[in-house]
Protein backbone atom coordinates (compact mmCIF):
# COMPACT_ATOMS: atom_id res chain seq x y z
CA UNK A 1 0.00 0.00 0.00
CA UNK A 2 1.09 3.51 -1.11
CA UNK A 3 0.50 6.71 0.98
CA UNK A 4 -1.38 8.19 -1.55
CA UNK A 5 -4.21 4.98 -1.31
CA UNK A 6 -5.08 6.03 2.32
CA UNK A 7 -8.29 8.14 2.92
CA UNK A 8 -8.65 11.30 5.11
CA UNK A 9 -10.79 10.94 7.92
CA UNK A 10 -13.12 13.43 6.61
CA UNK A 11 -13.68 11.62 3.36
CA UNK A 12 -14.35 8.33 5.04
CA UNK A 13 -17.89 7.38 3.92
CA UNK A 14 -21.11 6.41 5.81
CA UNK A 15 -21.58 3.74 4.27
CA UNK A 16 -21.24 0.23 4.84
CA UNK A 17 -17.91 -1.67 3.90
CA UNK A 18 -14.96 -3.49 4.79
CA UNK A 19 -12.47 -1.80 6.31
CA UNK A 20 -8.95 -2.36 7.70
CA UNK A 21 -6.48 -1.08 10.37
CA UNK A 22 -3.01 -1.39 9.81
CA UNK A 23 0.03 -0.87 11.89
CA UNK A 24 3.13 -0.63 10.01
CA UNK A 25 5.78 -1.00 12.46
CA UNK A 26 4.03 -3.85 14.23
CA UNK A 27 3.56 -5.40 10.36
CA UNK A 28 -0.07 -6.22 11.88
CA UNK A 29 -3.43 -5.54 10.67
CA UNK A 30 -7.31 -5.79 12.35
CA UNK A 31 -9.97 -6.05 9.71
CA UNK A 32 -13.75 -5.13 10.21
CA UNK A 33 -16.95 -4.34 9.12
CA UNK A 34 -19.67 -2.01 9.50
CA UNK A 35 -22.62 -0.19 8.77
CA UNK A 36 -20.80 3.02 8.76
CA UNK A 37 -17.72 3.22 8.49
CA UNK A 38 -17.17 6.71 9.24
CA UNK A 39 -18.36 6.35 13.31
CA UNK A 40 -16.74 3.52 13.37
CA UNK A 41 -13.36 4.56 12.98
CA UNK A 42 -14.42 7.52 15.28
CA UNK A 43 -15.36 4.65 18.14
CA UNK A 44 -11.68 2.84 17.40
CA UNK A 45 -9.84 5.77 18.20
CA UNK A 46 -11.95 6.80 20.99
CA UNK A 47 -11.82 3.47 22.69
CA UNK A 48 -8.20 3.32 21.82
CA UNK A 49 -7.26 6.94 22.98
CA UNK A 50 -9.04 5.65 26.36
CA UNK A 51 -7.79 2.68 26.57
CA UNK A 52 -10.87 1.22 26.43
CA UNK A 53 -10.93 -1.16 23.27
CA UNK A 54 -12.47 -4.72 23.26
CA UNK A 55 -9.43 -6.08 21.12
CA UNK A 56 -6.38 -6.47 23.47
CA UNK A 57 -4.16 -6.80 20.81
CA UNK A 58 -5.06 -3.63 18.94
CA UNK A 59 -5.12 -1.66 22.36
CA UNK A 60 -1.94 -3.30 22.87
CA UNK A 61 -0.28 -2.02 19.34
CA UNK A 62 -1.55 1.79 19.90
CA UNK A 63 0.00 1.77 23.28
CA UNK A 64 3.33 0.44 22.36
CA UNK A 65 3.60 1.97 18.61
CA UNK A 66 0.73 5.42 19.46
CA UNK A 67 -1.81 6.57 17.26
CA UNK A 68 0.39 8.03 14.35
CA UNK A 69 1.38 4.34 13.23
CA UNK A 70 -2.54 2.98 12.57
CA UNK A 71 -3.49 3.47 9.15
CA UNK A 72 -7.51 3.06 8.18
CA UNK A 73 -8.07 1.66 5.14
CA UNK A 74 -11.40 0.88 3.36
CA UNK A 75 -11.44 -2.30 1.63
CA UNK A 76 -14.97 -2.41 0.27
CA UNK A 77 -17.82 0.00 0.26
CA UNK A 78 -21.37 -1.73 0.50
CA UNK A 79 -24.26 0.62 -0.86
Known amino acids: MK???????????????????????????????????KNRWYNHRYNLAHNAHTNIHLQRIYD?????????VVLENCD
Do not use: W
Not at 64 to 72: A, M, T
Open 3 to 37: PHELIRNSELPKTSGIYMIICVPANKAYIGQSKNI
Open 64 to 72: KYGKDSLYF
